[in-house]
């Protein structure tokens, strides 16, 4: 059965601090990776994806980025945090390119509160 | 572009009663359309995915049809529980290779005694 981890669960960074968040996934070759982030009463917001390993695609921008040096490792960093950054962050994989129909598998999840 | 919307931010209801949540899209693409559950404090988990033909889904007593004409794909149960209360995305996904999906705003689900 595929598992999926993430880490921390829980921050509370000041602004200007960096950050790094940590997605791994196990029991699945080449997984789809997804961070979605969510504001406190806000919807799910898709950040990046990735299909292979050192392939990124940025979805939208929010001086965050993220990077996959492993096949199931999918990390999200940013040097310098703002306040807009609180929030909820998710990591999810699907199945890879071909089996992919768009259903997600979340983690738990990774609350961060910028003060 | 492609977009899903919610229009119910709240609903609220009493135990027993049915329950209609709306949901319809916007798409370029044929898309698979979604419903996620998510618990206080909790991931969000699938409850429920469109099918190709036209099968309708069904899961925990919820179903949702996809009906292309009118580009909806709103969720229904016959009788509502208190353990149904959530929140609720329904959610799209798009290009070529479905490895975008985009989610609506959510709508929160109270089901009271």
């Known amino acids: 059965a595929q598992t999926i981890h993430q880490w921390p669960v829980a921050e509370i960074k000041a602004v200007g601090s960096p950050l790094s968040l940590g997605c791994t996934i196990k029991g699945k070759s080449s997984p789809n990776l997804y961070w979605y982030w969510q504001a406190t009463g806000g919807t799910l917001q898709q950040l990046f994806y990735s299909i292979t390993v050192g392939q990124v695609e940025s979805v939208v921008q929010l001086n965050l980025s993220a990077s996959r040096p492993k096949d199931d490792q999918f990390i999200l960093s940013t040097e310098k945090l703002l306040l807009s950054h609180s929030g909820f962050y998710l990591c999810?994989?699907?199945?890879?390119?071909?089996?992919?129909?768009?259903?997600?598998?979340f983690g738990e999840g990774s609350k961060l509160t910028v003060l | 572009g492609d977009s899903v919307t919610q229009t119910e931010g709240l609903v609220t209801l009493t135990e027993g009663l049915p329950v209609m949540l709306n949901c319809t899209y916007q798409s370029t693409y044929s898309p698979f359309l979604f419903w996620y559950v998510q618990h206080l404090n909790e991931a969000p988990k699938l409850l429920l995915k469109?099918?190709?033909?036209?099968k309708r889904p069904e899961h925990q007593g919820f179903h949702a049809t996809l009906h292309k004409s009118s580009s909806s794909f709103h969720l229904q149960k016959s009788s509502a529980q208190l353990s149904d209360s959530a929140l609720y995305y329904c959610a799209l996904s798009y290009g070529s290779s479905g490895n975008k999906l985009i989610f609506g705003i959510g709508t929160l689900l109270s089901v009271k005694p």
């Open positions: 999810a994989w699907s199945p890879r390119l071909g089996e992919n129909t768009g259903q997600l598998y």
């Open positions: 469109s099918f190709t033909d036209n």
